[in-house]
C-alpha cells in the first residue's frame, strides 16, 4: 500500500514521533524503487509538489489543523520532515545519476589487456627491391632514368633496334603481337615489348647527345614458365652516348656496377658476344660468388658456376652506328656503349632463390622474407 498522509488527532510527542517515523520509512522505501529520471520526477512531484505533494499535505493535515498548544512542536516536526524529505530526493537523483553513469562506463570499457588485430607490415617485392638497387647504382653514377610503354610498336622494339627483318625474335614463336592488325604496315604493328631498349631510342628521338640513362621495367616474352624463364620479367637496360666513348668505359662502369651490386671482391669477366644493336658485343660474367671463383666448394665442384668459377649475368657492347641513324645522332661524331640486365636473375643470385616462379606466385610465405 502507498503511504498516504493520516490526518493527525493525537498531537502528543509520542505520536508525532511515531506518524513522522512511518512517513520518514515511506520516504526512504520508494526512493529506493526509483530506477529512472521519470521515476525520479514522479517521486520528487509526489514529495515535494506545490499542490498535492506529501509535503503540502504536513502543512494541511498536521500543522495547520494542530491546536494552539502543539503547533510549536508540530512545526518543528514539519520542519525536520521537510529538511529529510528534500535532502532525501536530492540524494536519489544523485544516485541514479551516477548509475547511469558508471553504467555507461561499463558498457563503453575496453580491455586494454586483449592483443590487438596483427596488421602484417607490407614489403618491397624482391624483384621491384633488386630494380630500385640496380638503378640507384646508376643514379649515383648520374645516370637519369626513363620509363615507356609495355604496348610498344615493332619500329621501336626492333627496327630502329637494327633487327634484320627475319631476325627470328620477331617471329610469333618469341614475342607476343596484338591480334587483328594485319592490314597495317610492319612497323607500326602493336607487341608487348621484349625489352626496354625502345625507351632508350624514344630518349634518344627527344634528347641531344651527351646522354646517361637507365631504364627498368617490366618486358615479356612467349616462353612456357619453368624454373628459369618466366613470361613476364624485368630488366634494367642503358645507355651511354657522347664524344668519345669507348669499351674501356664499358668495362670499367659495368665492373663498378657488379662489385657495388654483388660486393667489391666480385671480378668481371667481358666474353665475346653477338646482339643486333651493338658492336661489338659481350656477355658480361661474374666471378663465382658461391665459391669465390675457385669453382669448387667443400670439397665438390661448385654448382652454380659448373665449376667453372664465373656466372654469365647480363650483355652489353658498344651501340652499332646503324642505331644512331634511326635517331638523328651522327655517328661520326658520337659513340657510346649499352648494357641490358635480367632483374630476375640478378635476385636470384643475390637471395639465393632457386626458382623464378616464386616472385610471381604470390605466396606471402617467400615475399615477407624481403622486409
Ligand atoms: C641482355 C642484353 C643488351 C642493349 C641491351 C641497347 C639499347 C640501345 C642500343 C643498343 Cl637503344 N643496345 N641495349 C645492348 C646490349 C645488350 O641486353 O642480355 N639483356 C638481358
Request: glycine share 8%; net charge neutral; charged share 25%.
Amino acid at each position: 500500500m502507498p503511504y498516504t498522509v493520516p490526518k493527525l488527532t493525537d498531537f502528543s510527542a509520542a505520536a508525532l514521533d511515531t506518524a513522522a517515523k512511518e512517513l520518514v520509512s515511506a520516504l526512504d522505501l520508494e526512493s529506493s524503487a526509483v530506477t529512472s529520471e521519470n521515476d525520479w520526477k514522479a517521486y520528487r512531484d509526489r514529495w515535494m509538489g506545490r499542490k498535492a505533494g506529501v509535503l503540502t499535505q504536513l502543512n494541511d493535515l498536521w500543522l495547520k489543523i494542530a491546536p494552539r498548544e502543539a503547533k510549536r512542536e508540530v512545526g518543528q516536526n514539519v520542519n525536520e520532515i521537510k529538511g529529510k524529505v528534500e535532502q532525501t530526493v536530492e540524494a536519489t537523483l544523485a544516485r541514479i545519476q551516477s548509475g547511469a553513469a558508471s553504467s555507461r562506463l561499463l558498457a563503453e570499457r575496453v580491455d586494454v589487456t586483449l592483443p590487438g588485430i596483427r596488421r602484417p607490415i607490407g614489403a618491397e617485392h624482391p624483384v621491384i627491391k633488386t630494380m630500385n638497387e640496380i638503378v640507384g647504382v646508376f643514379r649515383n653514377l648520374g645516370y637519369s632514368v626513363e620509363e615507356g610503354p609495355e604496348v610498344e610498336t615493332d619500329y621501336y622494339n626492333f627496327e630502329a633496334l637494327n633487327f634484320p627483318p627475319n631476325h627470328p625474335a620477331r617471329d610469333t614463336q618469341d614475342t607476343l603481337f596484338i591480334a587483328g592488325q594485319d592490314k597495317k604496315p610492319l612497323r607500326d604493328r602493336l607487341l608487348l615489348r621484349t625489352h626496354t631498349s625502345p625507351v632508350q631510342i624514344r630518349t634518344m628521338q627527344k634528347t641531344k647527345p651527351p646522354v646517361r640513362v637507365v631504364c627498368p621495367g617490366k618486358v615479356h616474352r612467349n616462353d612456357a614458365p619453368d624454373a628459369t624463364h618466366s613470361p613476364i620479367f624485368h630488366q634494367v637496360e642503358g645507355l651511354a652516348v657522347d664524344t668519345n666513348i669507348t669499351f674501356c668505359d664499358l668495362k670499367g662502369t659495368l665492373d663498378h656496377a657488379m662489385k657495388a651490386l654483388f660486393g667489391s671482391n666480385v671480378k668481371t669477366r667481358f666474353y665475346p658476344s653477338f646482339f643486333p644493336f651493338t658492336e661489338p658485343s659481350a656477355d658480361v660474367q661474374i666471378s663465382c660468388i658461391f665459391c669465390d671463383g675457385k669453382g669448387t666448394r667443400d670439397g665438390a665442384p661448385c654448382r652454380n658456376c659448373k665449376a667453372s668459377g664465373w656466372i654469365e649475368l647480363l650483355g652489353c657492347g658498344m651501340v652499332d652506328p646503324n642505331v644512331y641513324g634511326f635517331v638523328d645522332y651522327d655517328p661520326a661524331k658520337v659513340s657510346g656503349f649499352a648494357f641490358g640486365m635480367g632483374v630476375e636473375r640478378i635476385a636470384i643470385l643475390k637471395y639465393g632463390v632457386d626458382d623464378i616462379q616464386l616472385f610471381f606466385n604470390g605466396d606471402v610465405r617467400f615475399l615477407e622474407q624481403f622486409g
